[in-house]
């Protein structure tokens, strides 16, 4: 059925539409959308499809004013009557099931005509993603029983709001609950989508619920701006898809008891690549000088729509980073589900309840940890269900993490968390883990933010770690961190074929343990080598004496600038795009000073015994799997690095007996990365000194489970202990490894 719409829908543009003018395009692809879904709401609450307009204008599914202007378009009184003839055998739709797989394809307008494509781009743009109804109604129904248990009484009533209502799933769970019940509810949704909001007011007068007042508002809650426009105006730029423009911005400021809802997960900026692709071909998007091109060349009118967005998005961006209802969440890129999750804590009454679906960092982040601090500390932040996508919850990547969070007043006890969840149902049954904020102090004296543990195990090994060992930012408190080329802000100093006064820009996809050859671009097809996220050579044998060639080169005078405040000779490299799902996630390498791209950060520190020591540390599985418990992003930064414990300088010069011989925890690391550099002559000579290491026929990767063994010892744990570390890390060691080698 939603094939048939959409190529209704098309078949409607393509009919009325005068040119190719992306306003009027977006209106038209709004109002047929529109009156299509409309048809199937009234069919739903009435079991009619014929006088849609009159119907709409009397169930108050939509407001007189903005439904006269629905069907003020050319061809809406048709494709009403085509929509109603496709639905005349069917019995009640799940019109919210129906829209979202309307949304996972969007539009795209050629020379020709206007089709639909495959995708889900208009999705993302409004940052929602269906919410299923099970899930909805578990979330729901535990936020209201925890709300009436707070009450010394039963209410009389429970004002019930979702700031971001999409279809309705949550305020129509909320319903259901209250009438199995036998409580009255006051209802709130609201939403940008004129769409989502008609579907939501038609459900819940589907259910026939009494409730004392209803209310569903189209208009953005987090631009709180006074605003004089009429209802209409709002709903003319909703339908232009100008979600931030100043027409929405709505005051709605008042307490409730409930807040629940599954708010948008984007970051409030223009997408250029995202509003480009309803017009450009996929092979043609991805370049920036092609984009630019694209646009320089469309209608004054076509220019002036764009502009109008990226115009929306700047000044809504100043309103909410000015406005103190977001004191906590304004910081850095402002993401919706932070706002949406401040701004219900703000209308929150004396005894009421917050259950929210966010994305996991804004309990790991550190951009967010004042806010997480403040939800600590105040305990009104009292369970969270952590949620990893593996079977597909919703749709996108499965690696991707989220969390069932709950919020109320005058609660008194600690933070209980539920990890490591795939699955809904019964969710929060799930056993629980008890977090203070002393422990969070502990484990991230900096940020106080939540880390990454799958069990009860995980929170204990990391409280004893954190207890006996101090952080790195306290044991090499002079390292000089950095990150010195950008490709893209430096890009006017950066060619791509090597000339006289260029220095070869170093990637991070060249480092892996202990080397800086892992990967080239040498002998790579140009179309393969420039393209988005390229895929470097692995280097077969990275023994022999050959350096990774680059695929950028910068002038030699422009990094002299970058980098003169860094005066030594080496640095340590680590590549810093990297997750806590990969085979390893700190690959370090010691390198020369040389131009590396913003896919590396790098530290130099003036003594160079320090640096090897930190080498070593940083490419442990011991310092890698506390890393893994500490990553939220991509981003392995230096706020991470410092947080992280590692063992005195003292422990190095302890003498131990291993493989037989003995000598100090130091002299048996160094001989080990001595070996392991004795063919990279940019490096090699930095352990001079020192002894030669019997390698035996060992490979190179035993070597490094050795290194691993002997930084355990350094951290004080046993071989057991190191043993339990190195089975986490299962896409690196194999199990035989582990056996043999641990």
């Keep these: 059925m939603v094939n048939k719409f959409r190529k209704i829908v098309a078949s409607y543009i393509n009919q009325n539409k005068m040119t190719n003018n992306w306003e009027e395009i977006r209106i038209l692809f709004s109002v047929y959308s529109y009156v299509s879904f409309l048809v199937v709401a009234i069919k739903n609450i009435v079991g009619k499809t014929d006088h849609i307009k009159q119907y709409a204008i009397s169930l108050g599914l939509e407001s007189k004013e903005n439904i006269e202007h629905i069907f003020s378009y050319s061809g809406t009184e048709k494709i009403a009557d085509e929509i109603a003839k496709l639905l005349m055998n069917e019995n009640q739709i799940d019109i919210n099931y129906l829209y979202q797989l309307y949304l996972s394809a969007d539009y795209f307008v050629s020379e020709e005509s206007v089709d639909f494509l495959v995708g889900k781009n208009n999705r993302d743009i409004l940052g929602s993603y269906y919410t299923e109804e099970d899930f909805a109604y578990k979330i729901t129904k535990k936020a209201i029983e925890e709300y009436l248990a707070n009450c010394s009484s039963i209410p009389e009533f429970i004002s019930i709001a979702d700031f971001s209502c999409g279809g309705g799933a949550f305020l129509v769970s909320a319903q259901k609950i209250c009438k199995k019940k036998k409580i009255k509810i006051k209802l709130l949704g609201v939403d940008v989508d004129p769409i989502a909001t008609m579907i939501t007011r038609s459900r819940v007068m589907a259910e026939q619920n009494e409730c004392l007042e209803m209310k569903v508002l189209l208009g953005n809650p987090l631009i709180q701006e006074s605003c004089t426009n009429k209802v209409l105006d709002a709903f003319i730029m909703a339908l232009k898809g100008r979600y931030y423009n100043q027409n929405l911005a709505l005051n709605i400021y008042k307490l409730y008891d409930v807040v629940i809802g599954n708010p948008p997960w984007e970051k409030i900026r223009f997408e250029e690549k995202k509003f480009l692709s309803h017009y450009m071909s ?428 002997l930084v355990g010892s350094l951290y004080g744990l046993s071989k057991k202990e190191i043993k339990e570390i190195a089975k986490t890390f299962d896409k690196y060691y194999s199990n035989e490894e582990v056996e043999q080698w641990f």
Excluded at 629 to 652: N, Y
Aim: hydrophobic share 35%; charged share 25%; with cysteine.
């Design 282 to 709: 996929a092979n043609q998007i991805n370049s920036k000088k092609n984009r630019l091109n694209s646009i320089k060349i469309e209608s004054e009118e076509n220019k002036i729509f764009y502009s109008s967005l990226v115009e929306d998005y700047e000044k809504a961006k100043i309103i909410i980073k000015n406005n103190d209802t977001f004191l906590d969440t304004r910081r850095g890129e402002l993401n919706t589900y932070a706002l949406f999750t401040e701004y219900a804590l703000k209308c929150l009454s004396q005894n009421g309840i917050v259950g929210l679906i966010v994305k996991s960092s804004l309990l790991k982040m550190p951009v967010y940890s004042d806010f997480m601090k403040h939800s600590m500390v105040s305990k009104i932040l009292y369970e969270a269900y952590m949620f990893v996508n593996r079977k597909k919850i919703f749709n996108i990547d499965s690696r991707e993490e989220f969390s069932v969070i709950y919020y109320k007043n005058k609660n008194k006890d600690d933070l209980r968390i539920a990890v490591d969840i795939d699955d809904f149902k019964n969710f929060y049954m799930n056993e629980k883990i008890v977090v203070t904020y002393e422990m969070l102090k502990l484990l991230n004296p900096e940020t106080a933010m939540l880390p990454n543990i799958k069990k009860n195990d995980d929170l204990k090994f990391l409280c004893n770690i954190y207890t006996n060992n101090p952080i790195f930012g306290i044991q090499y408190k002079d390292c000089h961190f950095g990150r010195l080329v950008h490709l893209t802000n430096h890009s006017q100093y950066i060619v791509r074929e090597n000339q006289r006064g260029y220095l070869p820009i170093y990637e991070g996809k060249f480092i892996e343990l202990y080397t800086g050859n892992y990967a080239t671009f040498k002998n790579m097809d140009v179309n393969k080598k420039y393209k988005d996220k390229a895929i470097a050579f692995q280097i077969k044998d990275i023994s022999i004496d050959e350096y990774p060639e680059s695929r950028f080169y910068i002038r030699s005078d422009i990094w002299d600038n970058l980098s003169k405040n860094f005066q030594d000779k080496y640095i340590i490299a680590w590549r810093s795009l990297t997750a806590a799902t990969n085979r390893r996630t700190m690959l370090a390498t010691v390198l020369p000073l040389i131009p590396t791209c913003q896919s590396i950060q790098l530290l130099q520190l003036g003594n160079m015994d320090d640096m090897l020591q930190i080498l070593a540390l940083f490419n442990s599985i011991v310092f890698d799997y506390i890393v893994r418990m500490k990553m939220a992003g991509l981003d392995l930064t230096q706020t991470i690095i410092k947080q992280i414990p590692v063992p005195q300088k003292e422990k190095f010069e302890s003498i131990i007996i291993f493989q037989d011989k003995e000598d100090t925890i130091r002299n048996h690391i160094y001989i080990r990365m001595k070996y392991l550099y004795y063919n990279d002559k940019r490096v090699s000579k930095l352990f001079d000194g020192y002894g030669i290491y019997e390698s035996t026929g060992k490979s190179r990767k035993q070597i490094i489970a050795e290194l691993d063994l």
